[in-house]
């Protein structure tokens, strides 16, 4: 085809939904679907790259303003696209995350532009035909671990017989959801997400974990659910057992109270989310460890940026995820892949996807030992599947959600349910 190999000349933007089990967090409890929304990007020469993001109705609204200005962008150029992204937007960036208010004042632009650069590292990858990782500066090994990712849940969305995950309201049942996640795909540390019951019923957790897996890191991640007091109290009994707290408590003060008075390390994803709260947080001392996301750092290119100034203040990064499909989970494994100060494994909502639905192939993407090896393919390495986009975006029609709202989901079970903070 002629035209140009690196000029986009088409743009498309789908809606999907996927089915998601009743996982239990601080502000409520997941849906019967999660919602995402599939990128594709078309040179003049007809080479295609894909990206994934979140859904909800703002955020696709600024993604299909976005698309509407990136008819001639060079996919190698990333401050254009940041610009038409920017131009694009306006004066509109408040609001529109997604991501039922745990994660907040992250960047708009950085938001919408993220699926975008994706797409085009998958562009750039094809036309040199190198992996992405290459383009981030190539990998520094050869496959990405993942953690096991428990969460408190019902044993099905109400009203529905028994999922196959079943309930997993005490130790005990977060004992069997870990070791059955761990016997599946191999993972070799734990996160559980907290934030749901009292505190010390959440110790007693970590503590029948940590028994369990005596040999495996352990991370506890609330949400904010606590006051400084409660946080410093939980990690003076869980001192030991935890490789890092992830977001005890709200803001940059609350969580540097916090570091001061705890040896046990502070992750988040909540009170550093943009560049712009990086230089407040290194001053407060807020955080040890900071949860990149390239769905809300502004994309891969982005993530490597976040990177370097990690290493520059000498913060440690992990990272972060939301339910996705497999798009997202290639570039997840791209970026860390080729993010060597990158040493803790990765957030993956994987295990809580029905493996038959997604919008690529996800074979290439499977589980050893708990990592994902890199995928070697030009570009992401995973190519979109059209049936399985148009199934899924048959799904997100007829199901009826548009919004993500554990709280509002939450409240249909229990009207009074209330998501003051903190909560204790
Ligand atoms: O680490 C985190 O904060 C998350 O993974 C946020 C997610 O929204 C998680 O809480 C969830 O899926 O309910
Ligand atoms: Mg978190």
Redesign the pocket.
Known sequence: MAGNAARIADVTVTPVAFKDYP?L?TVGV?EPYALRTIVELTTESGVTGIGETYGGTVHLERLRRAAGELTGLDVCNLNDLIARTTRALGEDTSGGDG??G??TGSSAVDRVMSPFDVACLDIQGKLLGRPVSDLLGGAVRPSVPYSAYL?YKWAAHPGQPDDDWGAALDPAGLVDQARRMIDTYGFSSIKL?GGVFPPDEEIAAVKALRRAFPDLPLRL?P?AAWSTETSLRVARELDGDLQYL??PTEGLDGMAAVAAGTPTPLAT??CVVSFDDLAPAVARGSVGIV?SDHHFWGGLRRGLQLSAICDTFGLGLSM????HLGISLAAMTHLAAATPRLTYAC?T?TPWKQPDEDVVDTGVLKFTDGRVTVPTAPGLGVELDRDALARLHRQYLDCGLRDRD?TGYMRTVDPSFSTKTPRW
């Open positions: 996982l967090n997941h991501m039922s745990m994660v969460f997400k991640d949400n992830e977001d994803n909540m949860l972060h995820s939301n339910s957030d909502h554990d």
